[in-house]
């Protein structure tokens, strides 16, 4: 990474993440050596431990609310080359990070629906050596693997990785760029310090 100062743990990952972003992304799906590309609009809130909604996700995965250390709330709109008539990538969810006791930099990560499947799923994650955040999650029909680390503040790329049961697998990779509020362009052709105008809510998923 450059430009960026240490990541302590995940809950720092999210706030870094904080804000509105735009993914570009290409999929390659690997048993037809084909690839398809798409974009997303992503924005991320970040949630303090005490939010409601994270409150609500630790009930639902019958998990203690105090000890959650935060989480983000996650909303997309998007689309890909290869989609049918009607299709959407759209929708809203909820995580919570859950650490380890013995390790903050690794833990549990509470969804309030998965991408695979749309109901509640808890998987595993952990800050890497580069500061990169690792997000494993199983489900019945499938695995995945998702790796996010920061360019610079304000880029930051994904790589993902399905495993499904049959062997139909796919990979993905994401550049994911920051979207700046109109107001903040504003601020600064004014000469307003960067330092009052950065929006670092959460970003992109």
């Known amino acids: 990474m450059s430009n960026m100062n240490p990541i302590k743990d995940a809950k720092t990952f999210f706030q870094h993440s904080a804000g509105r972003w735009r993914s570009q992304r290409t999929t390659h799906h690997l048993p037809f050596r084909r690839a398809e590309s798409g974009g997303s609009d992503i924005n ?20 203690d609310p105090k000890s959650a250390i935060g989480g983000a ?18 929708g809203t969810t909820v995580f919570a990070l859950i650490p380890d006791q013995d390790d903050p930099r690794k833990g549990k990560l509470l969804r309030e629906r998965g991408y695979a499947e749309i109901v509640p799923v808890a998987g595993e994650y952990q800050m890497d050596a580069e500061d990169g955040l690792v997000l494993i999650t199983e489900y019945e029909t499938m695995s995945i693997i998702e790796r996010f680390w920061f360019v610079n503040p304000n880029l930051r790329l ?7 049961f049959g062997g139909f697998n796919t990979a993905t990779f994401c550049t ?6 109109k107001s903040d362009t504003e601020d600064k052709s004014n000469g307003v310090s960067d330092e009052h105008t950065k929006a670092f809510a959460i970003s992109g998923w």
């Not at 809130?45 to 630790?58: E, G, N, S, T």
């Not at 709330?73 to 759209?90: F, T």
């Not at 994911?176 to 509020?181: A, L, M, Q």
């Open 176 to 181: 994911e760029s920051r979207v700046e509020d």
């Open 44 to 63: 991320v809130d970040f949630l303090d431990a005490d939010d409601q909604k994270i409150v609500d996700i630790c009930q639902m995965h019958d998990v």
């Open 158 to 164: 994904r790589s993902s990785t399905v495993k499904r």
């Open 73 to 90: 709330y996650v909303s997309w709109d998007g689309a890909m080359a290869w989609d049918k008539e009607n299709e959407e990538h759209k």
